[in-house]
């Protein structure tokens, strides 16, 4: 059992590739609106968003909705989640591990890592969840919708603090498609292209592809290599079929190819050796074996004379020294990863006020990656240099039956579905652990599980009418998980099985009253639940780890939102103007924790009791002219636990402050437009602004990781576009990210109560990139 507890599952988890948001509503209020996805109404840019399963005006849904349009992910340069967090505010996409290891968190929603909890964010890509096990593929992108607060009766379990919604473009009726080149900073080269081929009445057929490499941005001293690089691999072809009048069929095929470097993560801070916070000891591991001070440490440097002499110490004053783009790592940073998925949506309209909806998913991911988890010259803890360090390997497939349809003249439009997830997951992960070789080698480890989840849901919403300004809104879902987890053979456990069933309702409520044609206020009160499981990185017994198993409960949430909407004119002026509060209640949330066990750390997952979250949201955008847009937006967020006491093994353990919850997170843009002379084309200037406070990468950080916090950061880009070049459909741009090159972090890694060691992930420096872009 020492053995065991001398290491845990690295990277098991990972979410996709989830107020509103003025920065993301806005975007597309721009010239050149994103067809099918804005309709003009009292002459501002009215969005069409699918928050409920169909089509509805953005400024018309009694929820917080942030949308970006594919124009504004192209004018903004949006290639990675990550980039997604600067234009959605209260979005927030920490990097755990690595570049490729990312987790999405609204309001105070996320995961830790090693917990193997379920994200409390899903990705959905063309209605359906999808999980790709890696970088996502930000190409010919219609829209992405992000919604916040618990969407469980829609959008299933595990949805408690939102979900984010990518759509896909479909093909229309006409020949038509772009390509797209791009040259940037670090070697980063870019081509992508679509082209939508009528095949004949009825069949519409949509191909598009992208390549790209390059984009290290941080440089290995310790063998030269540049991390952060991918070279990506991805075709994708989409089929419409309308074989008669009221079928519609549309079928998505995507395969992707990764390989590259991830970005490393680097030491940010340690225990020192025998050091206590609030008269417990911490775990210092790390210190005391490579410190300058420690015979062992010093007949490892008399063995290897090129190693560096200050120890952990020393390795954290150097990197500071460095900075967040340069790193002295000894361990690898491999990732590669295969993706591919199969997507038909089929809808049959049997009369005018009723149609049904099917909706089928398959996926499978393979990924394969190695990390130095430490972020230090020292083998700390990291993959071993094998083949397959660590896989992550799924298999999803899911079925949804939808009838949708009105009653009574209009007045009530329902829909009532049932829903079947299948879904396998494969881990088989190699690590080590303190080597001072040639003296003594690592204490390697494995972790390797296989996982099932089968889950049935039944659930209806509706809306009702009550007069020709109130609507009142109502939903339930009611959901059955079968879970199993088993280990296996090659595990550190051996053979092993364990299984549970869960059965939880997800529910809401709301009512709308549209005081005038452009303004509407709204309250909504959702309910929605997480999964329960077991952590196979535990002993594997059947009772929680309070008891000293690896068992833990589901987590329930409710949450009470409160909001108004404008959408019109002030004066001549296009304005839109929103803003909320809402309050959210978490109940045994899912939480993971090392804690000592005969001396050495040991991986858990609580349920920490109660925690509350809330907060408030404002945005605005405006057209004061015809050449000018502008929109700014605001998001505040105090997320705390009110219950913070758990046990596990039989120790008590206080948890806080919650963590990947900057209090303050806003956004700030304009855009120009001005035509040339002699229609020679149109020149536009944007400018970005991001900003947000600090925040924490523990839930333990008040006391078993201390140092655990990561400064607020603010981030400034800009763009200057040139379109239709000359009369033509040719159009070129500059873009330039983090202009004052802003030195900030992503995302950590917190082992500090396992190893001694907090380690970070870098954000980005500045980047120049150029681009040419041809319509036909």
Sequence with gaps: MKKASAGFYAASMMALPTGWTSAALAQDAAPVPVAGTERAVAGSEEIVVTARRREESLSKVPISIATIGGASLERQS?????????????????????????????????????????????????????????????????????LKG????????????????????????????????????????????????????????????????????????FNGERLGNLTQRSIRGTLRIEPADGITSVTTVQYTRDRGRSTPTEIYSYNACGATNGGA????????????????????????????????????????????????????????????????????????????????GFNRGRRVTGTDFDGTPYAVYHTPNVAIPLLNDTHQFSEELQVQGTLFNDRLNYVVGVYYLNQRDIFDG?????????????????????????????????????????????????????????????????????????????????????????????????????????????????????????????????DVEIGVKFNGLIGDTPVTFSTDIFAQWIHDIQRAAFVPVNGNPALVTNNVPEARVTGAEAQFTARPASWLNAGGSVTYVKARFTEPQAFALGTPLTYGPFADVPKWSGVLYAEGSWPLSGDTGTITLRGDFYAQTSSYFSNLAATLTPNTRIPGYAIANARLGWSSIAGTKLSAALYVRNITKEKYYVGGLPTGSGFGINSVSPGRPRTFEGELRFEF
Excluded: H
């Design 430 to 558: 190699n690590n080590a652990a303190f080597s001072l070789l040639p003296l003594f080698p690592a204490t390697e480890f494995k972790y390797a599980s296989k996982n099932r989840d089968r889950s049935l849901a039944g659930f209806v919403q509706a809306t009702y009418r009550l007069t020709d300004e109130i609507n009142i809104t109502g939903g339930f879902r009611y959901t059955r998980d079968k879970l199993s987890a088993n280990n296996l053979p090659t595990s550190i456990f051996g053979a092993s099985s364990q299984s549970r069933t869960e059965t939880n309702p997800s529910w809401t409520a709301s009512i709308d009253y549209q005081i005038a044609p452009s303004l509407m206020i709204y309250a909504a009160t959702r309910g929605s639940w997480r999964t329960g499981g077991y952590n196979n990185t535990s002993l594997p017994l059947n009772i929680p780890s309070a008891q000293g198993g690896n068992e833990f409960r589901p987590e329930t949430t409710e």
């Design 150 to 221: 618990p969407q469980g009766t829609l959008f299933g379990r595990n949805a408690t603090g939102g979900a984010v919604l990518y759509q896909f473009r479909q093909p229309k009726d006409e020949f038509e498609g772009f390509v797209t080149g791009r040259l940037g900073s670090f070697d980063s080269r870019q081509l992508t292209a679509a082209v939508t081929l009528p095949l004949a009445p009825g069949i519409g057929l949509r191909l598009a592809g992208n390549l790209q490499s390059g984009g290290g941005f941080v440089k290995n001293i």
């Design 78 to 146: 949006i290639r990675s989640e990550s980039d997604l967090q600067t234009a959605v505010p209260g979005l927030i996409v920490r990097q755990t591990g690595s570049s490729n290891a990312i987790n999405y968190a609204i309001r105070g929603q996320s995961i830790d890592a090693y917990s193997n909890s379920a994200p409390g964010v899903l990705p959905y890509i063309n209605e359906v969840q999808i999980n790709t096990l890696g970088a996502a593929t930000f190409y010919d992108i219609e829209n992405i919708q992000v």
């Design 281 to 360: 000891t911490l775990n210092s591991s790390a210190d005391c074996l490579y410190n300058p001070s420690n015979p062992l440490f010093q007949a490892y440097l008399a063995a290897n004379p090129n190693a560096p002499i200050g120890g952990i110490p020393g390795a954290l004053a150097a990197q500071r020294q460095l900075g967040p783009w340069k790193t002295n790592i000894d361990g690898q940073s491999l990732y590669r990863n295969r993706n591919v998925f199969v997507i038909n949506s089929t809808e049959i309209e049997l009369s005018p006020t009723l149609k049904i909806k099917n909706i089928l």
